[in-house]
């Protein structure tokens, strides 16, 4: 089967690359350019590990072909921090109130929760679990990373803790 | 869990994805969204020689609403169906709906056509579109057609689209009653998961508060989604109060041959359609009459 051209934008870097059109855009991400933070987990939609930011938007990178992503614009979880190594607000209100245990669902839970707050600065904790809904954790029990939503929604506002 | 290989064209115009398809003698499919094709072939449940991308055509994308009809594109994404104002004020079972559709990052991807072109059992935009009575029209190289939801859905995953033939545009019947309420129902393992059943009514409620008009169909708990004529029948030209309703569901086990599979017996979908149908018809009557709370 034929190759094909990408033209990617990954964190503000561009990217080339020639790849088979069945390669899915996480696996891309993660093996032709080592950015190994996003996670594969399902590999057929049901997790939420691989969400990535595309075009402003979260979408899952394992139901997008790296094909089909050509000439767009995408954030991984690498992108939330700063360049100098700092958290952003999210990972670091994450890190804070430890929300995670084998961190597997961690990246994914980063992004949607990224998303949310630059959607929604004041979100009800109704809503926070409805946009955490198709990201999957089986430690947690969710409940540290709603209020890990909380806290950096009111850090990034300087609301008094 | 990877794809078989497959080539891929990206498509710039509806004309190039109906030479495509039809060059590619059955073998060729379109890609959109890729929310439900995408994990099917993950799966190798299915196995296109190539697929053609429809994403870049902008002829395919959009929403017209006019005085009875809301006209959507069939590449327009779910997400953007259920951030529109004026969907949400002309055709507001379709937010509804829209919102029990998977996740906000398929929302994000999944589009209006894809989902009634898979034909999921389960899909809510099948069952609006089978509740109104929507219109289906596709292109092929021989030409436009037009199909009705009730001639569409043939059977779980399979609709009367022929080889070749591209969905282009979905056009959603608007009621004019002034008096028009809807209501959908669902139950899922959790939220905005498949549904196990689901159920949706649209009523139009007359000066004399008889029931005028009334659609009733349910979903999830049928290979395709499945209008309730017999049903209808017994609400129509009446006082919708709840004995009524209750009367008119207690038909619909007698209309249901649900399927069982391991998160529910198809007794359990047989019994709990009922009452999210009878749920959803009493949604309906009180957002007609104003009374929704």
Redesign the interface.
């Known amino acids: 089967?034929?190759k094909?051209s990408v033209h990617i934008t990954v964190n503000g870097t561009a990217y080339k690359r020639e790849i088979?059109?069945?390669l899915?855009l996480v696996d891309f991400l993660r093996d032709e350019l080592d950015l190994t933070g996003t996670h594969v987990g399902?590999?057929?939609?049901v997790c939420?590990a691989c969400?990535v930011i595309?075009d402003g938007?979260?979408?899952?990178s394992?139901?997008?072909?790296a094909?089909?992503a050509?000439g767009h614009d995408f954030v991984t979880v690498e992108g939330l921090g700063s360049k100098d190594g700092s958290l952003s607000p999210i990972q670091d209100a994450f890190w804070e109130n430890h929300a995670m245990q084998c961190g597997y669902c961690t990246p994914g839970m980063l992004i949607?929760c990224h998303?949310l707050l630059e959607e929604n600065p004041d979100p009800t904790e109704e809503e926070i679990?409805?946009?955490i809904?198709?990201n999957l954790c089986r430690c947690t029990g969710y409940q540290q990373i709603v209020e890990a939503v909380k806290i950096a929604a009111q850090k990034i506002h300087g609301v008094n803790l | 869990?990877?794809?078989?290989?497959?080539?891929?064209i990206?498509a710039k115009s509806i004309d190039e994805v109906c030479s495509a398809l039809n060059q590619g003698d059955g073998e060729a499919q379109i890609?959109a969204g890729?929310?439900t094709l995408?994990?099917l072939?993950?799966?190798r449940m299915s196995r296109p020689q190539t697929?053609v991308?429809i994403?870049d055509i902008e002829e395919l994308r959009g929403i017209e609403v006019a005085e009875k009809v809301a006209m959507i594109k069939a590449g327009t994404r779910q997400?953007d169906v259920l951030s529109s104002i004026e969907i949400r004020n002309n055709l507001p079972i379709l937010s509804e709906a829209l919102g029990h559709v998977?996740?906000?990052?398929?929302r994000?991807?999944g589009t209006i056509g894809g989902s009634l072109v898979a034909a999921d059992p389960s899909s809510e935009i099948c069952l609006i579109a089978q509740l109104l009575d929507a219109t289906m029209i596709a292109k092929s190289t021989a030409g436009t057609r037009s199909i009705p939801a009730n001639q569409f859905f043939d059977s779980a995953m399979v609709t009367s689209l022929k080889d070749g033939e591209c969905l282009m545009e979905i056009d959603f019947p608007i009621w004019n009653q002034k008096r028009t309420g809807f209501g959908f129902h669902e139950t899922s393992i959790?939220?905005?998961d498949y549904a196990l059943a689901a159920a949706s009514a649209q009523i139009a409620i007359g000066g004399n508060n008889k029931c005028e008009r009334v659609h009733l169909a349910v979903g999830g708990a049928t290979p395709s989604p499945l209008r309730l004529n017999e049903v209808e029948t017994a609400l129509i030209g009446s006082v919708l109060d709840d004995s009524v309703i209750d009367d008119a569901v207690s038909l619909i086990p007698n209309l249901l041959e649900p399927q069982s599979d391991v998160h529910a017996s198809a007794e359990y979908r047989r019994r709990v359609t009922c009452v999210l149908a009878a749920r959803a018809i009493r949604d309906a009557r009180d957002r007609a009459q104003g009374k929704f709370s």
């Not at chain 1, 399902?42 to 939609?45: Q, Y």
């Not at chain 1, 394992?62 to 072909?65: A, K, R």
């Not at chain 2, 869990?1 to 891929?8: C, G, R, T």
């Not at chain 2, 998977?102 to 398929?106: A, D, I, K, P, R």
């Open positions: 089967m034929s094909n088979e059109p069945r899915t399902c590999e057929h939609g939420g969400s595309m938007r979260p979408v899952r394992c139901l997008i072909y094909v089909m050509d949607a998303h679990r409805e946009a809904g198709g | 869990m990877k794809a078989a290989s497959f080539d891929y990206r890609i890729g929310q995408i994990p072939m993950a799966m697929l991308d994403n997400a998977g996740h906000t990052q398929t994000n991807r959790r939220d905005s």
